[in-house]
């Protein structure tokens, strides 16, 4: 790997870092606040929204400037609403704002990978990359909680700047001084950004232009037979990744007698676990060889069930760990696979914001489905069941579907000899 290989790397650290710090310090808002409780889990869906609405969009932004440019832009819309939530604009609208800046953020991120780095590269990069955020996610939840702590928050109001004579007048505010300046560091860092010398033809202006290119975009990497096995498989990954979190605080307080800030630390132990299979994955799997961990999605939907005859802390730790990297071992391999067929079939950045839409649309459908489920009363064991099941034959299916693909190809290849 070069040098600016892991200056993004840096970026994206500090910008996951203060994303994930930001989340935790917004939930402190709105208790300040004494907001209502459904107001909390509000905060994900309008940071995730901006991922579905602005897809048609944020690709062609990504492929109109330098991936390096992008970025810095984007961080400063992070930054942006930070400062609206400092500014006591409300924590829903501002950390939307955050999201917006995430969505367009990362093609770039992902997209200048293609550039910088060949392709059989592509699968250690994306190692790293899922490594590296799974432990900014797992700090930066850690280090958001700290900042709201008592202790911390009682050093951190001493502060002032003596040049304009300016205190800090709240906890929460006091955090978000700290969030602020993990995303400036993410900023230095986009600065340092090598522009790949990749240039792409001049991108859509208007809308429905953009619409409509999106929409083809979109239709090019599900008709082809390596993107849509690839794109199936990332997709029910991250939705099924975004209602684990849930499961896993629900199951905890059933099942383990947990509060929920001790169960919030089991879900850095499932993202422990996804960094170890990521980390294993960039190691040993090649490019070439990425479609071969497709089973351990089955297992990994399996070894979920196991979790509603758990009742020991002792026994949860180890087994959301193996649960977390088998995730990590068989995803890392299917989102490099993902990057370079859509690099190939179309641009960088059209190919991530096809992604990011399908994806993070499964997040918003299946944690909908989850609170219907949540609703209705059903016992946590049997969501826990319906789940693990729905994840294990879902991945099945793919399975079968990718074998379907390789005996067309093998019957057109052979087509094709006989009339040589």
Known sequence: ?????????????????ADNALLIAAIALLAEMSSPGWMTPLLKLFFVLSYVLLAAFVGAFADSLPKGRVMFITNMIKIAGCLMMFADVHPLIAYGVVGFGAAA???????????????????AANGW?????????????????????????SILLQWHIPIINWHLNTPTHAALMVIGMLYLIATVFNLKIPDTGARYPHQQRRPSKLIVDFANCNAIL????????????????WGAGATLQ????????????????????????????????????????????????MPMGIVMGLVVMAMTVVHSVWVAYPLLIIIGALSGYFVVPMNALLQHRGHVLMSAGHSIAVQNFNENLSVLTMLVLYAL???IDLDVNIVILLFGSFVACIMFLIMRKHAANQREHDSLALIGETKH
Do not use: C
């Not at 947990?258 to 299979?277: E, H, N, R």
């Open 1 to 17: 790997m070069n040098r600016g290989f892991y200056t993004i790397m840096a970026a994206q650290f500090f910008s996951s870092l």
């Open 105 to 123: 953020y990362s093609p770039a991120k992902y997209g200048i990978l293609t550039e910088l780095l060949p392709a059989e590269k592509l699968v």
């Open 129 to 153: 990359i899922e490594g590296l955020t799974m432990a900014s996610i797992i700090l930066g939840t850690v280090l958001g909680g700290a900042l709201v702590s008592p202790h911390v928050v």
């Open 222 to 237: 599900w008709k082809d037979k390596l993107g849509q096995i690839s794109l199936a498989v990332t997709t029910l990954f």
């Open 246 to 293: 849930f499961i896993v605080l629900k199951w905890a307080e059933k099942s383990l007698g947990m509060p929920l800030d001790k169960a919030a630390i089991l879900q850095g132990v499932v993202a422990f676990g996804v960094a170890i299979g990521a980390g294993a994955a960039a190691r040993m799997i090649p490019l070439k060889k990425s479609l071969t961990v």
């Open 373 to 375: 489920m949540i609703k």
